[in-house]
């Protein structure tokens, strides 16, 4: 599934390549979520001033329930199992899917801008506007622990060009192989436990175009995909696909080097069969899919 600049919702065919539009009605989609088992998905709506979250059956394509409550835009959404978390400028709320309800919404969660939650349902981590982490748990709403704490150089996130170039950001949490991920300009790598801090990997070379401009990161690494499967990592850098293993050593890299209209990925994820699917941002919801890794290194 993706999303194009005019909010419709697509769903893609990793065989054939067709994209066929799913029926969304008046409401614009900015964020979605399917859950690892491929059942569920949530997708942000705008409706009547108010914000919230629709659940589809991804089987019949029909929507399944709707929660509205947010009075903000809807800025990350994370699906597993009957868990739902949303993050908006009002706050960070964790819905029950069995009832419908809002268990609570954590405190103090208005910065939150990009969420991850692991796929036991236990926890959440989330990482705000000036780079802070915190994981909590899902069935309290109390935070366990900051994994990284705020970063007072990072400007707000008032447009792009306000925050060095990289204006999208991606949190990731293994909890099978006990990691959490954040690429926002470079990729860290730390613990769910607290005992491993968040360290910069350092495992992707920096490309020249890097600094042709001063002060502005024009190629950076702040997308990336986690395959649960293996703990296999896919990271964006310019446009350009690194593979890497759970350790964070280079494993195939795919796509031209960085260039002169270079068109940075928007999403990633891996298919259930390994392939990578990347979209890209504009009106014409452009997705490239690219061979599982047991195919490259054949």
């Known amino acids: ?24 009605g008046s409401v614009g989609v900015s964020r979605l979520s399917v859950t690892p088992d ?12 108010e914000y919230g979250i629709r659940i589809w059956d991804v089987a019949s394509w029909t929507v399944a329930t709707e929660l509205p409550g947010h009075s903000h835009p809807i800025l990350a959404v994370s699906a597993v199992g009957q868990v739902v978390v949303t993050a908006a400028a009002d706050g960070t709320r964790v819905w029950d899917l069995n009832d419908g309800s809002c268990r609570f919404t954590l405190p103090g969660t208005e910065e939150v801008k990009w969420i991850s939650m692991t796929h036991d349902e236990r926890h959440v981590v ?74 910069d990997w350092e495992t992707i070379p920096r490309h020249n175009r890097v600094n042709m401009i001063p002060g502005k990161d024009m190629v950076h690494t702040c997308v990336a995909a986690l395959n649960p499967a293996d703990g296999t990592i896919a990271v964006d850098y310019g446009g350009r696909v690194y593979l890497l293993d759970h350790g964070g050593q280079p494993l195939a890299v795919m796509g031209p080097e960085p260039g002169p209209g270079w068109i940075p990925v928007s999403t990633m994820t891996f298919a259930p069969d390994g392939r990578l699917v990347c979209s890209f941002p504009g009106a014409f919801a452009a997705v490239d899919v690219w061979p599982a890794l047991s195919e490259l290194t054949e």
């Open 38 to 49: 491929g059942r569920l998905m949530a997708t942000s709506m705008h409706t009547f001033g």
């Open 126 to 199: 989330t990482m705000s506007s000036d780079r802070s982490i915190v994981l909590w748990d899902l069935w309290t709403g109390a935070p366990i622990r900051t994994l990284r704490t705020p970063d007072s150089r990072v400007p707000d996130l008032s447009s792009p060009a306000s925050d060095s170039g990289v204006w999208i950001r991606t949190v990731l949490a293994d909890s099978i192989r006990g990691h959490v991920l954040a690429a926002d300009g470079q990729l860290c790598v730390g613990g769910l436990d607290g005992r491993c801090p968040l360290t």
């Open 1 to 24: 599934m993706v999303v194009d600049a005019y909010g419709r919702l697509f769903s893609v065919s990793l065989s054939t390549g067709d994209a066929v539009g799913v029926e969304s």
